[in-house]
């Protein structure tokens, strides 16, 4: 199983309606993240689900694992050695 972590020297902000501002710093850009890739964010970054599991939950049968491939190429997550 994958499991990834936020990248270092990555910031974010949530706003108020759930999207994710994030960008590698201090160069940027900052990437705006709605629907299933602020759920990927959360997961993996908020509330420490690694595995992506949090994020499926409530998505409609949506698939987590491309949102999070693209964060870890734009250099906001990592892929992490599995224990």
Same mark, same amino acid.
């Given at each position: ?15 108020? #309606? *759930?999207?994710?501002? =994030?960008?590698?710093? +201090?160069?940027?850009?900052? &990437? /705006?993240?709605? $629907? ?20 499926? #939950? *409530?998505?409609?049968? =949506?698939?987590?694992? +491309?949102?999070?491939?693209? &964060? /870890?190429?734009? $250099? ?8």
């Amino acid at each position: 199983m994958t499991r990834f972590g936020r990248a270092p020297d990555t910031g974010a902000v949530e706003g108020d #309606d *759930g999207t994710v501002y =994030a960008a590698r710093l +201090p160069d940027g850009p900052i &990437l /705006v993240l709605t $629907g299933m890739a602020a759920r990927v964010w959360r997961a993996v970054v908020d509330a420490g689900e690694h595995d992506l599991e949090s994020a499926r #939950d *409530g998505a409609a049968g =949506a698939d987590p694992a +491309p949102f999070a491939e693209a &964060l /870890v190429e734009a $250099g906001l997550l990592t892929v992490q050695e599995n224990a």
